[in-house]
């Protein structure tokens, strides 16, 4: 079975530290991953994908991901983080058939930045 | 980035009563996905749609869910009859490939039964 999994309900930093969100999927085929952000009371919006060659990938508002196959993770990462980063971010699976396709997501991270 | 529109952002509705949420999905994308959200949990799949017809569904889509893109306009998610459990915020999403293409969502709806 596919299926995400964000095991940090919650994460709070204080700006200009390091930030780091787990990710780990469980898939049977070679995985393509997701993150997106969720700003309160929006939608969601796409960060940065891997689908295969290098496994650092970089993305938009200065977030990158490393995906490790060695122990199925994909965590996001920035540094510096900045108290506009504060939301809640999503790790997602992408399932794909001939016929169909599909994200799955984990249960998300909530993150917030303090001065 | 592409656009995705949902109408309405909020609708309060009596159970029992049916429900059509709208999406105008980006304009060349062929793939279509609706997801639920409970209390900003997490997101659930229900649907993907192509072509015409529905490729892919949840158990979350049960029998009283329906959708469809008549001539290209919006895609609708149809709820009839509604539950009290159908209270969630519904985002749409649409994509141009099946091939690890980015889905892009919608502000979605917030649907509360009542």
């Known amino acids: 079975a596919q299926s995400v999994d964000q095991p940090d309900a919650h994460v709070t930093l204080s700006e200009g530290a390091s930030l780091e969100l787990r990710c780990s999927y469980s898939?049977?085929?070679?995985?393509?991953l997701f993150w997106y952000v969720q700003y309160p009371g929006q939608s969601l919006q796409f960060l940065l994908k891997?689908?295969?060659?290098?496994?650092v990938v970089k993305g938009t508002k200065g977030f990158e991901a490393e995906f490790r196959k060695s122990n199925s993770s994909f965590n996001l990462k920035k540094s510096p983080a900045h108290w506009s980063d504060s939301a809640k971010y999503f790790c997602?699976?992408?399932?794909?058939?001939?016929?169909?396709?599909?994200?799955?997501f984990g249960q998300g991270t909530s993150l917030s930045v303090v001065p | 980035g592409p656009k995705v529109l949902q109408i309405p952002s909020h609708q309060i509705i009596d159970m029992g009563q049916m429900v059509t949420l709208n999406c105008d999905p980006v304009?060349?994308?062929?793939?279509f996905y609706w997801y639920k959200q409970i209390l900003g949990q997490q997101m659930e799949f229900l649907v993907n749609?192509?072509?015409?017809?529905?490729?892919?569904k949840s158990k979350l889509f049960k029998d009283q869910f329906s959708v469809e893109r008549p001539d290209g306009s919006y895609f609708t998610l149809k709820i009839q009859p509604t539950a009290l459990e159908d209270s969630a915020v519904y985002f749409c999403?649409?994509?141009?490939?099946?091939?690890?293409?980015?889905?892009?969502f919608g502000s979605g709806t917030r649907l509360t039964v009542l």
């Open positions: 999403a649409s994509s141009s490939g099946l091939s690890a293409e980015t889905l892009y």
């Open positions: 898939y049977s085929a070679a995985p393509y």
């Open positions: 891997y689908i295969t060659g290098d496994t």
């Open positions: 997602a699976l992408f399932i794909a058939s001939s016929s169909f396709s599909k994200l799955v």
């Open positions: 304009s060349n994308h062929l793939y």
């Open positions: 749609f192509y072509n015409g017809k529905v490729m892919e």
